[in-house]
């Protein structure tokens, strides 16, 4: 398995929006994210690390206004943290190796998938089409994403 991580690199080529995101635990507007419609068949990966974190064949359209996946494509790539910050307790999501906010993870997500919405920031994500996935080390991930 490759090794995932957080690199001064990596933190370098980062916009200023995914850097706010990924490392100051901030929030693209809703609507606002490039990734938000996409739906050709591949995987999500931490902008930083490069972990996977996402497959297309769990992403859906949940009205939220940011990209939302109703599991983890590797789950132990992905930490679940107790979030108290703006007078709510919720559960925030962070890439594993890299350390990376993404986004929260609540419990109204479709109930046939497990009922939960990883609610994901477009900017803490890369995504990787399928067509690319061997080329880019992800090929064990293959048999994860449906082709639509």
């Given at each position: 398995m490759p090794s995932y991580q957080k690199s001064e690199e990596a933190i370098?080529?980062?916009?200023?929006?995914?850097?706010?995101?990924?490392?100051?635990?901030?929030?693209?507007?809703?609507?606002?994210?490039?990734?938000?419609?996409?739906?050709?068949?591949?995987i999500y990966v931490d902008i930083v690390s490069g972990e996977p974190l996402f497959a297309s064949s769990d992403k859906y359209e949940?009205?939220?206004?940011?990209?939302?996946?109703?599991k983890p494509i590797e789950p132990a790539n992905?930490?679940?943290?107790?979030?108290?910050?703006?007078?709510?307790?919720?559960?925030?999501?962070?890439?594993?190796?890299?350390?990376?906010?993404?986004?929260?993870?609540f419990d109204d997500g479709p109930r046939d998938r497990g009922g939960l919405r990883y609610c994901?920031?477009?900017a803490s994500l890369?995504?990787?089409p399928k067509s690319e996935m061997e080329a880019q080390g992800y090929g064990a991930y293959l048999d994860q994403v449906e082709t639509r």
């Open positions: 370098a080529r980062l916009t200023p929006e995914q850097f706010h995101v990924t490392q100051r635990n901030g929030t693209e507007r809703p609507g606002t994210g490039e990734l938000l419609y996409n739906k050709e068949a591949g949940s009205g939220c206004g940011w990209p939302s996946f109703t992905v930490a679940e943290l107790t979030d108290r910050t703006h007078g709510m307790v919720r559960t925030e999501v962070r890439s594993t190796h890299g350390d990376s906010h993404l986004g929260h993870v994901i920031n477009s890369r995504f990787v």
